[in-house]
């Protein structure tokens, strides 16, 4: 596409409006501030990244835009509704993968398909069976979950998050427990994936490379109380190499401000 | 094949003394029969019927007390853990009965309902409901939460949630809780056939009191050894199969 078309295009309209979220924690120690009036706007197909230092509230406010979570105030909108709860139209992809063992692969898929009205059975298989091979998983769709390594478990839960073709789609640092070579070949699967089923995306990590490697926007979260402290467009043509120069140089201006603005515990170096 | 070696040989040596000993009047035969009276026993014992027909008798005893001990406890262990007021009131009793060995139970069921055999079941079902119970409330109390989580992002609800994410999840623990509870099952039945004695049928634990009434030490030992047996078969062939096999596929295996 010329550079005239990509500007003619209209805007894409917004998907995920977070209006003032704040969340207090109490503990035995005292509350904690995890959230603190955070607002941001998400376009309709966008892929936001948040990084920040461990305990500034990521998972806190990945679980209120789930539903999993309720704000102390303020409100999550999706198209312009306020949510409620849990929905099939934001899906989840925790940190570990969260497949049920006592289904297998093909059942786990079905399991949140057949949640899903208007759809008979045939077509919830051919739909399970599509996105195990989207996922390049197509053949283990009788596997036993404990047979799988730690790279398919995460793949067949992202296959099953996609399954009921939600509108958004949450991932915890979805990557972190899996080994370099395997996160890099997801890098590419994930980008693939987003080119044929364009999701609005929020995506979790520590790894600020990562977070440029994937993000058209990165979001930089600090603690005490958690807020957004810095945010940076990534405007690098797709698919992107997680190797490349320009995603390095993209995420050492990140990673710049992190240690600018915070003391960098717990945060993974731009390998 | 090595390792068997060394228990055979130890077991099997102390038999041969054990015979020896009985054998050479150092322990008298009225005390401590020989290996060899117990085995004669338990030969004339299968040969007459009298020994199959105590067992049947038994085993039929068990089953019935004990499924229905898991139809009382399954059902309510997943109550105490999804009810707090059921935790507070039925899980404080549940606690407390578990702890009160199951013998404690015969005394009341003598009162109650006599020399019968609603006695005995009576106290093979508290044996069992208890530890039940409790292993299935543990269970469901530790489910990991993401499960439950992931469920509810894929449009789960409550009694769906309880049939297709908490039920499975906590299949591991109602099995060790089964295992459990049948292992309570037959201590108590043991004790209730002891001090029950019904003439509606003639169990194991009857068998073995009525050896010590006779003085028959022969018959006390042999019995012994087929009660030990029929608890290490219960375990080996049925319990410790299906807990592995449950285990290794929701990857909590030990
Ligand atoms: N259920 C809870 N009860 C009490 N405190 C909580 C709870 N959940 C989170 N917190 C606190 O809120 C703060 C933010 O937690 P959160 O899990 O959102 O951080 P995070 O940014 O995801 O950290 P990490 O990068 O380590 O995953 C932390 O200080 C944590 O201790
Ligand atoms: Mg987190």
């Known amino acids: ?271 | 094949m090595k390792r068997m070696l060394l228990p055979t040989l130890l077991f099997g040596g102390l038999v041969v003394v054990w015979e020896l000993l009985v054998r050479a009047n150092i322990w008298s035969p009225v005390m401590v029969p020989s290996p060899l009276s117990v085995l004669e026993y338990l030969w004339r014992a299968g040969a007459d019927g009298t020994l199959g027909a105590a067992m049947l008798v038994t085993v039929r005893r068990l089953l019935l007390g004990y499924v229905i001990g898991l139809l009382i406890g399954l059902p309510l262990g997943f109550m105490t853990a999804r009810f707090n007021v059921c935790k507070d009131t039925l899980g404080v009793v549940a606690l407390g009965l578990q702890t009160l060995p199951s013998v404690c139970w015969v005394p009341l069921a003598l009162l109650w309902f006599g020399q019968t055999e609603a006695a005995t079941l009576f106290v093979v079902i508290m044996g069992t409901v208890w530890s039940a119970l409790i292993a299935t409330d543990h269970g469901v109390r530790t489910i990991p939460p993401i499960y439950v989580r992931a469920a509810m992002t894929m449009g789960s609800r409550r009694l769906h949630t309880w049939v297709k994410v908490i039920l499975p999840a906590s299949l591991p623990f109602i099995v060790s809780g089964m295992k459990q509870g049948w292992a309570f099952a037959w201590r108590s039945l043991m004790a209730a056939e002891i001090y029950v004695t019904i003439l509606t049928g003639f169990g194991l634990g009857q068998l073995l009191h009525y050896g010590r009434e006779l003085h028959a030490m022969d018959q006390v030992l042999g019995v012994m050894l087929i009660i030990i047996l029929i608890g290490l078969l219960a375990d080996r062939i049925l319990f410790s199969p299906c807990e592995r096999a449950v285990y290794r596929r929701w990857g909590t295996a030990k």
């Open chain 1, 1 to 271: 596409m010329t550079a005239i078309h990509e500007e003619l295009r209209p805007a894409p309209p917004v998907k995920l409006v977070i209006q003032g979220v704040s969340k207090t924690f109490a503990t035995r120690h005292g509350p904690i501030h995890a959230l603190d009036d955070i607002s941001l706007s998400v376009r309709e197909g966008e892929f936001v990244c948040m990084v920040g230092p461990s305990g500034c509230g990521k998972s806190t406010l990945l679980n209120i835009i789930a539903g999993l979570e309720t704000p102390d105030s303020g409100a999550v909108l999706t198209d312009g509704k306020p949510i409620t709860g849990p929905g099939r139209d934001r899906m989840v992809l925790f940190q570990e993968p969260a497949l049920f063992p006592w289904l297998d692969v093909m059942s786990n898929l079905m399991f949140a398909l057949k949640l899903k009205p208007n759809l008979n059975n045939q077509a919830r298989r051919e739909v399970a069976l599509y996105y195990l091979g989207l996922v390049g998983l197509g053949k283990f769709a009788h596997a036993h979950i404990h047979e799988l390594s730690g790279g398919m478990k995460q793949r067949v839960a992202l296959a099953r998050a996609l399954a009921p073709n939600p509108r958004v789609l949450l991932m915890d640092e979805p990557f972190a427990a899996l080994d370099a070579i395997t996160r890099e070949q997801l890098y590419d699967d994930i980008q693939r994936i987003q080119e044929e089923r364009p999701k609005t995306i929020i995506f979790v990590t520590h790894n600020v490379r990562e977070a440029a490697c994937l993000g058209d926007r990165v979001l930089l979260f600090a603690p005490r109380p958690g807020r957004i402290e810095g945010e940076f467009p990534v405007p690098l043509p797709r698919p992107r190499d997680f190797g490349s120069l320009e995603v390095a140089r993209h995420a050492s201006e990140v990673m710049h401000a992190l240690k600018h603005h915070l003391k960098p515990e717990g945060m993974e170096a731009a390998e």
